[in-house]
Structures are given as structure tokens and as C-alpha cells.
């Protein structure tokens, strides 16, 4: 695969994910698994070539947005 059908996938996976996934409860562990392992293998696969680092970039980062954004879907309770 060439870096733009990478990222290409990895944005729609991203935002399919994003705004698809309503359950606080899957956002929240998805997120936290995926931006938690992305994070270990980007560290632990040092020299790599570059198309794998920018997958899991991608994955860390999407992990990030859905953990961080957790209760998007949830209604103010105030």
C-alpha cells in the first residue's frame, strides 16, 4: 500500500469510529486500548518503516479522540 491509501483507510476507519461508536462505555475502552497499545508498539518498534509508524500514529491518535471525547454522544444532565 502506498503512505496515501494509508492514510486514506486510516481516516475513514478513524471517523467511521468517531461518529458511528455512541456507547460511552465502547468509546471509552476502545479508546483507551487502542491509543494505550498504539503508544507501546510505536515505542517498541523502533526503525521500523515508515507506512507502520503512521498506521499506528493513527491509531494511537484515533484511540486519543475517542477516549478523550467520551461523553459526545450523552445528553447534559444539568
Do not use: A, N, Q
Not at 44 to 57: A, Y
Amino acid at each position: 500500500m502506498t503512505m496515501p491509501m494509508i492514510v486514506g483507510v486510516g481516516m475513514t476507519i478513524s471517523c467511521l469510529l468517531y461518529y458511528r461508536l455512541r456507547s460511552r462505555f465502547w468509546r471509552k475502552w476502545l479508546g483507551l486500548t487502542m491509543m494505550v497499545l498504539g503508544g507501546i508498539l510505536m515505542l517498541s518498534t523502533s526503525g521500523t518503516p515508515r507506512e507502520l509508524f503512521f498506521v499506528l500514529l493513527m491509531t494511537t491518535t484515533t484511540g486519543y479522540s475517542l477516549f478523550g471525547d467520551r461523553d459526545h454522544f450523552t445528553e447534559d444532565e444539568e
